[in-house]
């Protein structure tokens, strides 16, 4: 009877480990959150030159600085659908603090798609017109701020999820949204 008892005993006595994630799939993950990270900070960088002089540049200038927004805004759109696909397709940790975070990051990541294709459709310099310049250049500012409020939310969620799953790479800086 004592032999039957010892791998029961063994089985409850055991130390419970967590599962530790695969080290290729965390380094996956990450380079795919620093890749959209990347092409956000891209789109924050076309969204402030927009803004720099705006009162007295060029129609021209404003029109050819609406496209880069309206590029980057697409760009943006790819990236973070890849990496819906990715957080949509697997769990990279069974940690739960981690898994609620993966969760935030996919909602918070179908905000910022909806964000960044409201700024392809509206950022359109076409037609290539004065009027059109003096559009962009009245409510641009006003979409910008809206753009980096939801550049920034996804932020936050990126933030936290990176931290909480483990994953390598480089640290994440919250940029302040603009006044």
Known sequence: MLPLWVPLWGAL????????????VLRR????????????DILRGFAQAFRNDLQTASPTIVLARATSVQSACASGVSSVRRLQGMLAARTVSTIPLAVRNQAKLRTTS???VAALER?????QPLPRTDDRAD????WGPYRITELTAALHKFDGARAAFVKSAGLPGRPVVLPHPNP
Do not use: F, I, K, M
Not at 13 to 24: E, G, K, N, T
Not at 135 to 138: E, G, I, K, P, Q
């Open 119 to 123: 700024c392809v459709r509206t950022w």
């Open 13 to 24: 006595v055991a130390p419970v480990s967590r599962q530790v994630p695969d080290s290729a």
């Open 110 to 112: 179908e905000e910022t």
């Open 29 to 40: 993950y990450g380079e795919a959150v620093n890749a959209t990270a990347d092409t956000l």
């Open 135 to 138: 559009t962009l250049r009245a």
